[in-house]
């Protein structure tokens, strides 16, 4: 055990742990406050000391502390696995019978479950078969071809525009043609340019 002033403290907390002389004050503090270091007024200054045997004690409790968590999570999850395992067991054999068919009850309920299923999917089938006259389809449909329509208009002006801004540089129809042709295939018609839609 060794015994520090504040002085004494800044100047080697400085060079030990990189910490400046104005926040040295306050990390004293807060090892004070986390009981690492003990601190005593003598005289007109502050003694700073800690010893060994304080730290080990409080690791100690710390994981005493930490082991009996431990210890009781262990317990507790064994007990919720009996439970759950107890359960299972008990809905596996669940002896309550109908009086009226004698058979399982929870037996019929899978059974009554699985038939509402297939039901349910049949339903899902049927009304798939229906979609096509749906109003809120037929506006999604009619939406979709006003975008597809605006697209293919843009790309039009496009393409005509193209064939514009090529027309004086290449100054023969014939090769303007050509090349408007194999760029656009079968949907340009030369001499009349792109089809209509």
């Not at 100047?11 to 104005?22: D, E, G, R, T």
């Amino acid at each position: 055990m060794q015994v520090y002033t504040l002085k004494e403290l800044e100047k080697i907390l400085q060079s030990v742990a990189s910490v400046n002389q104005m926040q040295a004050k306050d990390y004293l503090q807060a090892l004070q406050d986390e009981n690492l270091i003990r601190v005593e007024k003598m005289g007109s200054g502050n003694w700073y000391w800690c010893f060994t045997s304080d730290a080990k004690r409080s690791r100690e409790k710390v994981m005493n502390g930490l082991q009996l968590e431990h210890d009781k999570l262990v317990e507790l999850t064994a007990v919720i696995e009996r439970d759950v395992a107890q359960e299972m067991s008990r809905h596996e054999n669940d002896g309550d019978v109908d009086n009226e068919s004698g058979t399982n009850k929870r037996q019929s309920l899978l059974e009554a479950q699985e038939e509402l299923l297939k039901e349910s999917a049949f339903l899902d089938k049927e009304l798939a078969l229906y979609c096509d006259n749906d109003p809120a389809e037929v506006k999604r449909k009619m939406n979709e071809i006003q975008k597809l329509r605006n697209s293919a208009l843009l790309w039009t002006d496009n393409i005509e525009a193209l064939e514009c801004f090529l027309a004086p540089f290449l100054g023969d129809r014939a090769r303007l043609g050509e090349i408007m042709h194999a760029a656009c295939g079968n949907e340009y018609v030369v001499g009349e340019g792109l089809k209509d839609l």
